[in-house]
């Protein structure tokens, strides 16, 4: 089955220990998205890719940088977190960013900052 | 600025109906989404509403008036198993995805 995969599901991590947060599609679509969700919020766009064109929101922590090696893999990595950096993080995949583009999502990761 | 309003949380009875509006003010328009979220799990996608109307999909509906600026997602025939948190989302002009907080709903036997 096609699908949105997360690695890991649970991620615990120490204050300012960077950490690399793995997401991948079987899906072949053009656009990933990372998300940050806190308990009861709605999910925060962080950046998206549209093939390699990197689009950051601008009210996204320098903290957080992401890679997009190829089509299939994208990773979110945190430099220093921080306590107010544990969340559940989602990544989202869709075909295009069109009205109708249903955006697809992974499990998740839920990290813990000690 | 942009905002998508939900209630915070709503009750219901196996085997009821149950309504869930969403009032929102975007930049420009181009379609709702509902979706479903379970406590500890990722978002799945419910419904799209770009025109007026009532789409229904099962036991699942959705109805959209965008003159209004407002939609609703109804459930019938609950079940425990629809216990879970509702989000509604809206493509703007720059088709960027804004999110509602979500309407947790909780299902009693």
């Known amino acids: 089955d096609a699908m949105v995969i997360q690695n890991p599901r649970y991620q615990v991590t120490q204050f300012g220990k960077p950490v690399t947060l793995s997401c991948s599609q079987t899906l072949n679509h053009n656009v990933m998205y990372w998300y940050q969700q806190k308990s009861s919020q709605a999910p925060k766009l962080l950046f998206h890719y549209y093939d390699k064109d990197f689009n950051n929101e601008a009210d996204t922590p320098d903290n957080f940088q992401s890679r997009r090696p190829n089509t299939s893999f994208c990773f979110l990595d945190i430099r220093s977190p921080g306590l107010g950096d544990a969340a559940m993080y989602l990544c989202a995949t869709s075909r295009d960013t069109g009205g109708s583009e249903t955006q697809y999502f992974g499990p998740g990761t839920r990290l813990l900052v000690l | 600025g942009q905002n998508i309003d939900q209630p915070t949380e709503m009750t219901a009875t196996e085997g009821a109906i149950v309504q869930i509006n969403c009032t929102y003010q975007?930049?420009?328009?181009?379609?709702l989404f509902w979706y479903q979220q379970h406590a500890g799990e990722a978002p799945t996608f419910l419904s799209y509403?770009?025109l007026d109307g009532l789409e229904e999909k099962g036991r699942f509906s959705s109805f959209l008036s965008r003159s209004k600026g407002y939609s609703y997602l109804l459930l019938k025939e609950l079940q425990m198993k629809d216990s879970a948190s509702y989000l509604c989302?809206?493509?703007?002009?720059?088709?960027?995805?804004?999110w509602g907080a979500g309407t947790k709903l909780i299902i009693k036997p």
């Open positions: 509403n770009v």
């Open positions: 975007t930049s420009g328009f181009n379609g």
């Open positions: 989302a809206v493509k703007d002009s720059n088709y960027q995805l804004i």
